[in-house]
């Protein structure tokens, strides 16, 4: 028996024959040529093929794993349409006077490096889509068809890194399992393997020279192990654990449509946190109660100049239509900090997280905020919206926020454009905010506790420093009693308090939450249910008399 590690990217547990997949790079031969000019058409015409290729690839796509997975094959247009990698091939063809081949694998070394040298995942996970279209692009210019995995039976694939077009033209039916030596958490593998809930490994140190091809293989997806050829003993045990977890996923599909009320009758409402009106279909297949978190920056993001109101408006009436009258909350821009966005020309800090960030953003640029309050207020009609504000730190804030929404509804209304009058909130993240949240509360209809940034100022420890670590403590005494003082603020006023950040999905909270009172809990999708579980099986007066409080 021969055991590798690697990352995992999907939990779970896969059983089956192995089968290594070597696409093996082309060889690419620098050769001088005379008609430049000739060999750029040449070039230009390989990329118009590929170009259909990648549309043809984005609609099976769509069928299959559905408009999220699907539009990396329209980024991967994008980038073989991008001036600068054009620009790149054509250069090098005329100055250097060579082959295609040669400009195009040349080109695609030198973007996948810049790629990968950046500090940013996801940036480095463009490496390989660089390196993708650039294959693409040599094949068609080597007149070869595209290479594809083929299995007759269900298979665990063990490759260096997929494509995403390698990925979707494979048979989905016949993959138990991703295992790849390199690739990113933010790779098209990755999303794939959790969009079909299937065990997945990356940065897995498994040879790749044909020796485990064949063989019975085990992915232990959730302790970051592959095995070769297990032994007897390894193969009962992981075999009875995957009973375990297909016994426990028909259990959880069993709490589908029940309510979230514990054994001595406290509810609790279980909504979801989503980025996108693409994420609305897990929301939906999750069985969640509401949205308790949209990150309306991502519409920011995403577009390289400020959406419009009409844009805004499109976006946010589609997720209240299709939520059908359950509450969808919509946190107003939260750019800034760890979320850039260049449009904005924000001035270069030395302390984004604690600089002109959310809030801060809104109540210095008026004209922005008031486009998205607008676009928010004439979405209300169309559902149950409610409106949440980052990063608020003084009533003085919340004050001003309401002078603004008083003067978005009297345009509103002058114009003769419909409105409807959604419950407005505030993200309590800063510690300034929880102190004084008896008095906040005096000023809004509800609370969401933001836990990442409320942790992070709170003990004083930036989140993303990995070598922080050890130090970082979400458990610890001091953010458990300020969101227990949160909840009880939040009640003495008559409004409910939820939270929306990490702690909410930890499992080993969840009866804490309760015994404080918590009203909701907005989480990824995929935790409704996990959580929904531990609700129903609660009795929250006895768990308080048996457990002695550590905060």
């Known amino acids: 028996m021969q055991v590798y590690n690697g990352k995992s990217v999907f939990g779970g547990i896969a059983i089956g024959k192995i089968q290594v997949y ?26 118009d093929t590929a170009i259909s290729q990648l549309k043809g690839l984005y609609e099976k796509a769509l069928k299959e794993v559905g408009e999220a997975n699907a539009e990396i094959f329209e980024i991967h247009q994008m980038m073989l349409e991008d001036d600068d990698y054009q620009e790149s091939v054509e250069n090098i063809i005329k100055t250097q006077n060579i082959n295609a081949e040669y400009a195009v694998a040349q ?23 660089v390196r993708d279209i650039s294959e693409r692009l040599l094949t068609v210019l080597h007149g070869k ?5 083929h299995a007759g039976e269900p298979v665990i694939i063990v490759a260096d890194d997929l494509a995403p077009s390698e990925t979707v033209q494979m048979d989905k039916d016949m993959v138990l399992s991703f295992v790849t030596v390199h690739g990113s958490l933010n790779s098209h593998t990755a999303i794939l ?70 054994l001595d009758g406290q509810r609790l409402m279980l909504y979801a946190n989503i980025g996108n009106i693409k994420d609305l279909a897990a929301v939906l297949q999750n069985d969640a109660g509401g949205i308790g978190l949209f990150r309306s920056e991502f519409i920011y993001l995403e ?5 419009t109101e009409e844009e805004q408006l499109q976006i946010y009436k589609t997720v209240a239509e299709t939520l059908a009258g359950k509450r969808v909350i919509i946190r107003t821009l939260d750019i800034g900090a760890d979320k850039q966005c260049d449009y ?50 003084s009533v003085k804030e919340v004050r001003r926020i309401k002078k603004i929404v008083e003067e978005v509804k009297k345009e509103l209304e002058e114009q003769g454009i419909a409105y409807g009058e959604p419950e407005q909130g505030i993200m309590v993240e800063t510690p300034a905010a ?51 003082q949160v909840v009880e603020n939040a009640h003495k006023a008559g409004i409910w308090v939820g939270i929306c950040g990490e702690l909410g999905a930890d499992l080993e909270l969840t009866q804490e939450f309760l015994a404080m009172g918590v009203d909701e809990l907005s989480v990824s999708p995929g935790r409704i249910l996990p959580i929904r579980k531990i609700v129903l099986e609660t009795n929250v007066a006895e768990y308080k008399a048996s457990h002695q409080k550590t905060w």
């Not at 007897?232 to 599909?253: G, H, M, N, R, Y």
């Open 22 to 47: 070597s696409k093996g790079e082309q060889q690419v031969k620098r050769v001088k040529i005379e008609d430049t000019e000739a060999e750029i058409a040449r070039y230009k015409a390989a990329t």
């Open 107 to 129: 080109t695609g070394d030198n973007f996948a490096e810049m790629f990968s040298s950046m500090d940013d995942e996801y940036m480095r996970g463009r490496a390989a889509d």
């Open 145 to 149: 068809e595209e290479q594809s995995i």
């Open 193 to 262: 393997a959790r969009t079909m809930s299937i065990p997945a490994l990356i940065g897995t140190d498994i040879p790749l020279d044909g020796t485990a091809d064949g063989k019975l293989g085990i992915v232990d997806g959730t302790n970051g192990v592959i095995y070769v050829d297990p032994d007897e003993e390894t193969l009962a045990k992981l075999k009875e654990a995957q009973q375990k977890e297909v016994e426990k996923k028909e259990l959880l599909l069993a709490l589908k449509g029940k309510e979230n009320i514990t």
């Open 303 to 307: 577009k390289d100049n400020y959406p």
């Open 344 to 393: 904005f020309e924000m001035e270069q800090e030395e302390n984004p997280a604690m600089g002109c960030r959310a809030i801060r953003i809104c109540l210095t640029r008026p004209e922005v905020f008031k486009t998205q309050l607008r676009a928010l207020f004439r979405a209300s009609v169309f559902g149950k919206i409610a409106i949440m504000y980052p990063m608020i730190t």
């Open 434 to 484: 929880a102190i004084i949240s008896d008095q906040l509360a005096e000023e809004v209809d509800f609370f969401s506790i933001g836990t990442n940034d409320l942790t992070q100022y709170l003990l004083a420890i930036d989140r993303q420093n990995i070598a922080l670590d050890e130090f970082y403590d979400s458990h610890h005494p001091a953010v458990l009693r300020m969101i227990a």
